[in-house]
């Protein structure tokens, strides 16, 4: 299986494309640009089969309507967080957009415990990691060898907990009990940045240095 990261919007969230040997695909977090995704996905004649998000930020969903005219497809969401897609206030547009508020229409799949998760070819291991948001997933694809970690671990940093729910020291055990523990060589997909690995963050990371859970 293969990705794609393509940064949209303003605050340049990364969405990802995941592919198959079918050109069926998976999408991570469309947040914004949505004839940018759609064209892309177009031009490399994708089939998409679902839209997963890490987290309900607006950031992270902008352009989930515009998908789903042109593919009906579900889009996955954590429980905590259902409510978030329609409200400005709660997805934080309200604060952070100037007016621009991120509405986008109810989830089709509500994601209410860890577990596995498989669409189609993909099979993916679901990690409830909030911190940043309370209804923070993480998607790993053991086959691929990677992690989506949504805005929960970056290279060298961790997401901001200063928004609504957020909350330091869980975002800080939900990386070392549910990220850290992946094999070292994992590839971390985060919303933001440059992809890292587990090893790389385990070793370089300021904000983890240090850290115990005693």
Known sequence: MK???IPLG???T?????????NECILFDPGDEGEKLIEVLRKHQLTP???LLTHAHFDHIGAIDDVRKVWNIP???HE???????DPSLNGSGHFMNGKNVMVEEADEIIREEGSLTIGSFQFSLFETPGHSPGSISYYLEEANAVFSGDVL???SIGRTDLLGGNHEELLKSIHEKLLVLPEETIVLPGHGSETTI???METNPFLNGFSLS
């Open 14 to 22: 990364n969405a990802y494309i995941l592919t198959n040997d079918k």
């Open 49 to 51: 089969l679902a839209i």
């Open 3 to 5: 990705w794609m990261r």
């Open 154 to 156: 970056f290279k060298g």
């Open 199 to 201: 090893i790389e963050e």
């Open 10 to 12: 303003l605050l340049q």
């Open 80 to 86: 905590k967080e259902q409510k978030w897609l329609g």
């Open 75 to 77: 889009v996955y969401v």
